[in-house]
């Protein structure tokens, strides 16, 4: 989990860490007046590394261009982190009938129960999800180079990675001191990279051991969330390319985020 002590007030961060709950449902009300702005409200198990990474979202595309909708998302957290569960329980409550999404990780195998958990109540609420497998980290380090492996849970080897992955060194103390921050530095050696993430995220869809899982079959299209159309958690789950057969705790390593930065556009 992507989560450290902060000095930052807990709950909500619609865009550069200014936002907090008490002042919610005023940004809500002002996105709404704006409809060419599409509004997504992203749950996070971690309260620094997924954040950040919103923030950037929002920073470097969030304004939209002649051929992709500009959009704001609002990013929902805690101090000291969610489990997986929780975070569809905190998106639920905050974005209402809005779009929503939840980020979490598999990390160790003491979290199964609730990640099973947690896609069930995701497929009840129509709540999109961004699992990864093991962690964010794999996510950051797609953005400079492909994976392959198992990873059994663990982080260890995708940040040592992380850490090697740049020839200017941004990530070179990543997870060191519970430095997990995306700063400045950090964003501007992803930016660009965001195709690359994609294509190799894409790619480890199709390289799934269970062997009928391809990256074309995901589903990017945005759900409104209705309730009128019952899905499994099998058949929710399976929105990320992987066949509906194949447990979402054997996806080893994948990660589901790329499918976000292609529903809002940032790549095709």
């Known amino acids: 989990m992507n989560s450290r002590k902060g000095k930052h007030p807990a709950g909500f961060r619609p865009s550069r860490r200014r936002g907090h709950e008490d002042d919610s449902r005023d940004l809500h009300r002002q996105a709404g007046r704006d409809r060419g702005q599409r509004i997504i409200y992203v749950a996070c198990e971690g309260e620094q590394t997924e954040p950040d ?11 939209g261009t002649d ?3 500009p959009f704001l998302i609002h990013a929902v957290w805690e101090k000291n982190g969610l489990l997986p569960l929780q975070t569809v329980a905190k998106v639920k409550q905050r974005a209402d009938d809005c779009e929503a ?12 129960a609730d990640i099973e958990r947690a896609v069930r109540a995701a497929a009840k609420a129509q709540v999109e999800l961004a699992f990864s497998h093991p962690s964010f980290d794999l996510w950051l380090l797609l953005h400079f180079r492909s994976v392959s492996g198992a990873q059994h849970g663990s982080s260890k080897l995708i940040v040592e990675k992380l850490r090697r992955a740049t020839t200017s060194g941004e990530f070179h103390d990543y997870d060191k001191r519970n430095n997990k921050s995306i700063g400045e530095d950090r964003k501007k050696a992803l930016f660009g990279n965001e195709a690359t993430a994609v294509r190799n995220a894409r790619a480890l869809v199709g390289q799934c051991e269970h062997g009928a899982c391809k990256a074309s079959n995901a589903e990017h299209r945005f759900v409104p969330r209705n309730r009128e159309t019952a899905w ?15 447990p979402i705790l054997g996806r080893d390593p994948s990660t589901d985020v790329w499918r976000l930065l292609v529903s809002l556009g940032i790549v095709r």
């Open 53 to 63: 990474y919103l923030d950037y979202l929002n920073e470097r595309f969030g304004c």
């Open 101 to 112: 999404w939840v980020l979490f990780d598999r990390d160790g195998t003491d979290r199964d």
């Open 67 to 69: 051929d992709r909708k």
């Open 232 to 246: 499994t958690p099998a058949q929710w789950s399976g929105r990320s390319g992987h066949a509906d057969h194949c």
